[in-house]
């Protein structure tokens, strides 16, 4: 079954996750004992949507950070017109730039893999041996929850959970997908290793000014429904919370 995320279909309501999420007692991720912060984001967007409150917080912890831009985003818009006359991987790689710098990171530290949006499984063997080249054992690399529901976000979790075990790195996951399939008030969420990160008001002013650095996503292309926003504001608000939600796989907070 093909997971569907527009305006039109957004899953659960953010009321119910806000009350799910508030009335379930979340060990507090604070202090990051870790030396950098590797970020794994399938496309660009997904670094600052997931964890653009974590990246702030490394930077104010004197925490080294880098981004692995797994794909370029090409597919965003598969079936528009007028995207097959853009060049999508540049204008996605700027504002990922962008979006990171409004977060406070001047010179952001991005390494590109260039493997093909939407095909990343077929790519397992690259993408693990680009993350076993990059991750040491005293990162914390963060990626999508290996469940999150898109392939590309799947398989980009399994295999930077996989190569943090292999180096003896920390390891949390992030959601994106998840809170439009998933059920707030089910099992869905493995609540139990969910820790939450709070988020102070500078912090969330700057991942809403980030998050609006994605024009290729956030507008229209052309009048077609083929060119409609990925990322249409109401989808935005899962993402503007008070706080992020994050996986802990196997001991990853000291």
Same mark, same amino acid.
Request: hydrophobic content about 40%; some cysteine.
């Given at each position: 079954?093909?997971?569907i995320v527009d305006a039109d279909h957004l899953g659960p309501n953010e009321v119910s996750w806000m009350k799910r999420i508030d009335s379930t007692d979340?060990?507090?991720l604070d202090t990051l004992h870790v030396r950098r912060l590797i970020v794994v984001a399938p496309h660009p967007d997904d670094e600052v949507l997931g964890v653009g409150g974590l990246i702030q917080r490394a930077l104010?912890?004197?925490?080294?950070? &880098?981004?692995?831009a797994v794909t370029n985003g090409e597919a965003s818009h598969p079936s528009s017109e007028v995207a097959a006359t853009?060049?999508?991987?540049?204008?996605?790689?700027?504002?990922?730039?962008?979006?990171?710098?409004?977060?406070g990171w001047d010179q952001p530290v991005i390494t590109q893999l260039h493997l093909p949006d939407?095909?990343?499984?077929?790519?397992?063997? &690259?993408?693990?041996d680009a993350l076993a080249s990059i991750l040491l054992p005293d990162d914390l690399c963060v990626a999508p929850w290996?469940?999150?529901?898109?392939?590309?976000?799947?398989?980009?979790?399994?295999?930077?959970?996989?190569?943090?075990?292999?180096?003896?790195a920390k390891s949390l996951s992030y959601m994106i997908w998840s809170w439009h399939w998933a059920d707030p008030d089910g099992s869905d969420i493995p609540w139990q290793r969910c820790r939450r990160l709070d988020l102070d008001r500078r912090q969330?002013?700057?991942?809403?000014?980030?998050?609006?650095?994605?024009?290729?996503?956030?507008?229209?292309?052309?009048?077609?429904?083929?060119?409609?926003?990925?990322?249409?504001?109401?989808l935005l608000?899962?993402?503007?919370?008070p706080y992020e939600v994050l996986v802990d796989n196997a001991s990853a907070i000291s």
């Open positions: 079954m093909t997971l979340l060990k507090s104010s912890d004197h925490v080294l950070v &880098e981004i692995v853009l060049d999508l991987p540049a204008i996605r790689a700027r504002e990922s730039r962008v979006a990171l710098q409004r977060l939407g095909q990343v499984s077929d790519h397992r063997e &690259e993408l693990n290996s469940r999150d529901g898109h392939p590309d976000h799947d398989v980009c979790g399994d295999a930077a959970v996989a190569a943090s075990r292999a180096v003896g969330r002013a700057r991942k809403r000014w980030a998050t609006a650095a994605f024009r290729s996503q956030l507008r229209p292309l052309g009048d077609r429904p083929s060119d409609a926003p990925i990322l249409p504001e109401p608000r899962r993402f503007w919370r």
